[in-house]
């Protein structure tokens, strides 16, 4: 079993040398092609892997950079927000009215369109103790789930570990499919790395591939997906960080080879799959050409394909608006909730909407006061869930923004993070909650009866 220290070296591992790995994907030794072509034939006799028209899927939309929940959630009739900004409020007369007291930036009209048509749910205020302003350390905390120490593994990751294995009915051990979380991204994102599982990788329509239009894939998909270009890859031999530590760790090494051996065959096995289920499946909505919305609606086909995964990250940077924000955050929050409302309304359409739920995170939110032209990096900040298994409105509690009940400048928090990560994977993933989050945290009362 491996060391704290070895899961950290394996970890180190597979970021700088495991794309390597997956690179040669294609070119693979003789008897490593025929355990693909072994796996791939268990694949095909059963397509659908662990996956059944009424699994629950979750969705994580990552907003990177912190995004400003003030202006993306506006509290139309208070005054200390207006001012607080006097450069970058949303006006009254501007924002979209979702009651009396709160509207939404004018330019989050998919945001708008949710809320109207009941598939919305906002969260206020979230963060947790002693919330940390770097956005390295942050995005940790809120991917790992640990606040108090440096996690090791993410959320979902431990999800997969601890869920994901099963026995069949004549009680034999099953693995760990390697299709239960799929990110669209450029690495592995650390919240579905777990101490076994690692998500299937690939870049996806929104970062130039193309799948979605269907463009081909195939140099892309056979390298693994993890989408990064030969020219950033540290040197297999020589002095490179990966080399030095081997060195010092020999056994973590040997076992982490073997895994990225194995994690390039899924890679492999997985590539073509992917391509004839999205195939296989029409959107019913119209989407933007942004990223985002490229990216989801991807996910759409794969999710109506049958495909057995559980759950699907997707990434929208640029977030952090220290600088030109009246500018960058409207464009950002068209995409956002553009996507996310084409996103909802196309599985609707595919009759799956009832079984997947979609949640977005930021790493905090933003300063109260703005900056001049921008605001700088803050606490708590609001969550937004969306699916046809949501109850529609509002969450927990918004704390005020007088100086008086500010934290440090910020938004204090009042709904811990890990209250909404116990809800959804107890209430609608079916997992041990309080076990892969180190503790039992409160459930809310998000969802309807799943």
Not at 398 to 412: C, M, Q, T, W, Y
Request: charge should be neutral.
């Amino acid at each position: 079993m491996l060391s704290p220290s070895d899961i950290v070296y394996s970890r180190r591992l597979f970021l700088s040398r495991g794309v390597q790995l997956l690179s040669v994907a294609g070119t693979l030794p003789l008897f490593l092609d025929h355990s693909a072509r072994c796996m791939a034939a268990d694949f095909a006799a059963n397509p659908a892997g662990a996956g059944r028209p009424d699994d629950h899927v979750l969705v994580v939309i990552q907003l990177a950079g912190g995004n400003d929940g003030l202006n993306t959630v506006v509290p139309l009739g208070n005054d200390d927000y207006y001012n607080a900004r006097p450069r970058i409020a949303v006006a009254r007369n501007a924002a979209l009215k979702l009651n009396d007291e709160w509207g939404v930036h004018p330019s989050a009209t998919g945001f708008k369109k949710l809320w109207d048509s009941g598939d919305l749910a906002i969260v206020h205020a979230v963060a947790y103790p002693n919330a940390n302003r770097s956005h390295f350390r942050a995005t940790d905390i809120w991917t790992t789930g640990e606040p108090e120490r440096l996690g090791t593994t993410g959320w979902l990751g431990r999800y997969c570990d601890a869920t994901c294995n099963g026995s069949d009915p004549g009680g034999a051990k099953k693995e760990i499919d390697p299709a239960t979380a799929i990110a669209l991204d450029s690495e592995p994102p650390t919240a579905l790395q777990g101490a076994k599982y690692v998500p299937l990788t690939f870049a996806g329509a929104g970062r130039g591939g193309g799948l979605g239009a269907g463009a081909s894939q195939g140099g892309r998909f056979a390298r693994g997906g993890a989408g990064m270009q030969n020219d950033t890859l540290a040197k297999l031999n020589g002095n490179d960080p990966a080399s030095v530590m081997a060195a010092a760790h020999p056994s973590a090494a040997a076992k982490a080879e073997d895994f990225l051996q194995r994690t390039a065959l899924n890679a492999r096995i997985y590539a073509d799959k992917i391509r004839q289920a999205s195939a296989s499946v029409e959107n019913k909505a119209t989407y933007s050409q942004t990223g985002l919305a490229r990216d989801l609606k991807l996910v759409a086909q794969l999710i109506a394909s049958g495909m057995p995964t559980r759950v699907y990250y997707v990434k929208l940077g640029g977030f952090d608006t220290h600088a030109n924000q009246l500018q960058t955050h409207p464009a950002l929050l068209d995409q956002l909730s553009g996507g996310l409302a084409a996103f909802v309304d196309d599985l609707k359409q595919l009759g799956q909407l009832n079984r997947v739920t979609t949640m977005t995170f930021s790493e905090f939110g933003r300063r109260v006061h703005d900056n001049g032209s921008g605001t700088d990096h803050g606490e708590a900040a609001p969550m937004f869930i969306a699916g046809g298994k949501v109850k529609p409105g509002f969450h927990g509690t918004f704390p005020g923004l007088a100086a008086e009940k500010l934290s440090r400048g910020d938004v204090a928090f009042t709904t811990d993070f890990r209250r909404v990560y116990a809800t959804l994977l107890q209430g609608w993933l079916g997992a041990d909650d309080a076990k892969i989050l180190g503790g039992k945290f409160e459930s809310m009362d998000i969802l309807r009866q799943a």
